[in-house]
């Protein structure tokens, strides 16, 4: 109630993220804007695919070298310039040092544990064939963040219980305090 208040007398950011049927979360594709927080000023951008950065390309280039980053919130790193990620100083860096084209491509989504990280491989990033994927993970919260998806009888998560459902998806699509 608080947020719709808020929302509705207050400006807003244009939103980010929308509900995805798999993964719980994804962002908004082909966003390109200035993010500003009381500590930064970033430049991000979304692709169409709903990551961040350039558009991936389903076909590697012959001698390229893809890595798959999957993370949290410091993978997806909205508060400094998408050149400015760790997704692309460290693909700029290897193929400076290497001379072979490396691609990084940045499967990062803020709020995501291990299991949604997995869900993010699975749908997602194995579509691109990675030689290596990354995988960033912050013992702060991302175990916790896995307790936001619920574990059938035997303990595990499975992909259906990921889904969201109309009425969560409405409000991961249009209020940020229930995303997660």
Do not use: C
């Not at 995805?20 to 430049?43: A, C, F, M, W």
């Not at 692709?47 to 993978?75: C, H, W």
């Not at 508060?79 to 100083?89: N, P």
């Not at 709020?111 to 949604?116: M, N």
């Amino acid at each position: 109630a608080v947020e719709l208040l808020v929302r509705t007398l207050a400006p807003q950011e244009r939103p980010l993220f929308a509900a995805d049927p798999l993964i719980r979360t994804i962002h908004k594709s082909n966003v390109d804007t200035i993010r500003k927080g009381s500590e930064y000023q970033s430049h991000i951008r979304t692709n169409t695919q709903g990551f961040v950065g350039e558009d991936f390309i389903a076909k590697k280039p012959p001698g390229a070298y893809r890595i798959a980053a999957l993370g949290d919130s410091f993978t997806e790193a909205f508060d400094v310039d998408v050149d400015k990620s760790f997704s692309a100083l460290l693909a700029g860096m290897l193929t400076q040092a290497r001379k072979t084209p490396y691609q990084v491509y940045n499967f990062g989504i803020s709020g995501s544990g291990s299991t949604h990280e997995l869900l993010t491989y699975t749908k997602y990033a194995a579509a691109y064939d990675p030689d290596l994927v990354l995988w960033q993970i912050y013992l702060g919260n991302d175990l916790a963040d896995d307790l936001l998806l619920r574990a059938d009888g035997t303990g595990t998560s499975t992909v259906t219980e990921a889904r969201t459902g109309a009425l969560r998806a409405f409000l991961s699509n249009n209020f940020q305090a229930p995303r997660f």
